[in-house]
Nanobody
């Protein structure tokens, strides 16, 4: 059952920027973490960025460090992924996820129990 609602995807040229948004139902305090994952056909879902709700501490996969920023607006239960200096390798379906349980590995998809439907990001070179 889908609870998270993503928006902001689309197509952009390499070097450009996009911002993804994800709104969760209810209070942000209901979750321990929220995160963004991405997946291309034939490959496993990859953790991109995660944010701890209580501390706002972020985690990033190495390939996006310095280019992507995850942030949270607690009052709106909305998490954002600001993506700059986009590359063709960033092309994927992006998924928002949230966890209501303790998470050992913030960028592991198995740790999350709520997901959005996904939104396409296409970067052309």
């Amino acid at each position: 059952q889908v609870h998270l609602v993503e928006s902001g995807g689309g197509s952009v040229q390499a070097g450009g920027s996009l911002r993804l948004s994800c709104k969760a139902p209810g209070s942000a305090g209901s979750y321990n973490l929220m995160a963004w994952f991405r997946q291309v056909p034939g490959k496993a879902r990859e953790g991109v960025a995660a944010i701890y709700i209580a501390t706002r501490n972020p985690r990033y996969t190495d390939s996006v460090k310095g280019r992507f920023t995850i942030s949270l607006v607690y009052a709106n239960s909305t998490v954002f992924l600001e993506m700059n200096s986009l590359k063709s390798d960033d092309t994927a379906m992006y998924y928002c996820a949230a966890s209501t349980q303790f998470v050992f590995t913030p960028l592991a998809p198995d740790e999350y129990n709520e997901w959005g439907q996904g939104i396409q990001v296409t970067v052309s070179s």
